[in-house]
Every structure is written in structure tokens, then in C-alpha cells.
């Protein structure tokens, strides 16, 4: 095989990444035409799909300017294909964020792509690096919302327009939580670059457990509070109801009572 072949695979996206998305968009057009017999099904599938692909797309962000920025290594480990099992550990960048989205309609970050810093200089480009993958969340929160803030929901079925509402809440979420410098985020990682080297070394062996300490004080009842209303009113910025973001995820989890009267009869 040739080295050329070998940077053609190396960048070729993946089956699996192209078959999410084909659920995706399936799911998506069940969703607007109340095609499937239970639209929260639809819903489930379409968030749940549309989720994965912004976090294969976070990793991707990370990965490409890297890569631009020095590290060659990028390619070999599989990065620039958008395949999800190809990322650092499958179960933080996935597997638990999908978990979470379920449980608690909480966009979690995902575990970053291994990036061999010691390729990379200047400290402007790693924090670039850092800020790429929640920057890309920012990106996928104004499309999901552009339907609201553009007045361009004439005619748009109330469950997509519910799973919009979900799905963007899920993104703002994920950006905020991301740009926290907290270690081990990448809020952090923007910073980092600026910060002494005896502080770094203070901050290093905290980074394991920098997103357990979040959530640990998320679940400080003013803590929370104080940071759904600040989503609440980012979404509302943008045009987004509360009914919206709180219809879709009933929808979403379809498994549970749903509250139709208050959110009008779907599918």
C-alpha cells in the first residue's frame, strides 16, 4: 500500500459515521412528516443521532487544527475520519455523554482526542486546539436555532420544531460546560497555554477529575438553578421558548408520561 493510498484512508470518513448520519436524517424526516406510529421514537432517534454527529464533529474540530497546527500524528490514529470508536475512549467521548443527555437532558463534554502537544508551538495555537471542539457546538446551536431566530417556522410540524428546541439546548449546554477552566475541560486548555509552569503542575493531577467536580456542583440546587436560567435565557436570545426545549425533551423520552396538553398533540 502506498503512502498516498495510506493518507486517502487515513481522511476517508467513515461507514459509521455516514451510517449515524443516514439515521439521522431518516429519523429526521419521520419526525417532520409524523411518519412513525410513536413520534417520540422519531424524536429519540433524531436527537439521539443529531447528538452523536455534533460530538463526532467536536472531536473532528480538535483533531483538523491540530493537525494544522503540527501534529502529523493526527491522521495515523484515525481522527480525521469522524469515527466515533476512533477517539480517546469511546465510553467518555459517547457512550457517557449519550447517558446523560437521556438521564438529565444535560449536554456533557466528551473526552478530547490525544494531541501530542510537545508538535505544536505557540501558545495561541493550542489554545486554538482547545477552543475548536466547543466553538463547533456554538456553530451547531445557531444552526438548530436559526429556524427560531431567522421567523422561519411557518409551516415546520410542532415535534421537529420540539426536537430543534431539545437539540439546541443540548448544544448550548455542551458549549458552556466545555468553556468552563475547569482542568480537564477545554476551557481550561485555552488558558493553560498562558498560566506559569509551576501552576500547571499545581493544576495537572486535578484534571481527571475536573468534569466529576462540576457535575458534583450542579447538583447544588442554586448551582443548577442559576445555570439552567442562564441557558434559559441564551436559548430565549436566540428565540427558542421554554415550551420548546421542554416539549422536545418530553418527546424525547418517550418512555416516560408526557405532558400533551400542555405541549399540544404530536404525530
Known amino acids: ?64 487544527t491540530a493537525l494544522h497546527s503540527g501534529d502529523i500524528s493526527i491522521g495515523a490514529k484515525g481522527y480525521l ?32 482526542v490525544f494531541i501530542e502537544r510537545h508538535r505544536i508551538r505557540g501558545r495561541w495555537r493550542h489554545s486554538l486546539i482547545s ?25 415546520v410540524p410542532a415535534g421537529f420544531r420540539y426536537a430543534l428546541g431539545f437539540l439546541a439546548l443540548l448544544q448550548v449546554t455542551a458549549a458552556i460546560l ?29 484534571a481527571p477529575f475536573g468534569l466529576l467536580l462540576v457535575f458534583i456542583v450542579l447538583f447544588i440546587p442554586e448551582v443548577n438553578a442559576a445555570f439552567f436560567d442562564a441557558i434559559d435565557a441564551i436559548l430565549s436570545a436566540l428565540g427558542v421558548r421554554d415550551v420548546d426545549s421542554y416539549c422536545g425533551q418530553n418527546l424525547f423520552r418517550f418512555w416516560t408520561d408526557r405532558n400533551e396538553y400542555f405541549c399540544g398533540p404530536v404525530g
Open 81 to 112: 475520519t469522524l469515527n466515533p470508536l476512533k477517539y480517546t475512549h469511546a465510553l467518555l467521548s459517547i457512550v457517557l455523554p449519550v447517558i446523560f443527555m437521556i438521564m438529565g437532558g444535560i449536554g456533557l463534554p466528551g473526552g478530547a
Open 1 to 64: 500500500m502506498t503512502t498516498a493510498s495510506l493518507r486517502a484512508d487515513n481522511r476517508r470518513i467513515s461507514p459509521v459515521f455516514l451510517g449515524i448520519a443516514a439515521v439521522t436524517a431518516v429519523a429526521g424526516w419521520a419526525v417532520w412528516t409524523d411518519f412513525a406510529a410513536n413520534a417520540g421514537i422519531a424524536v429519540f432517534l433524531f436527537v439521539t443521532g443529531a447528538w452523536i454527529v455534533s460530538l463526532c464533529l467536536h472531536e473532528y474540530a480538535h483533531a483538523r
Open 178 to 206: 466545555n468553556f468552563l477552566p475547569v482542568p480537564g475541560l477545554d476551557g481550561y486548555g485555552v488558558l493553560e497555554p498562558w498560566l506559569s509552569y509551576k501552576i500547571r503542575r499545581q493544576v495537572e493531577p486535578l
Open 131 to 155: 477552543a475548536a471542539g466547543p466553538l463547533t457546538n456554538v456553530l451547531f446551536a445557531l444552526v438548530c436555532t436559526a429556524p427560531f431566530w431567522l421567523g422561519a417556522l411557518d409551516g
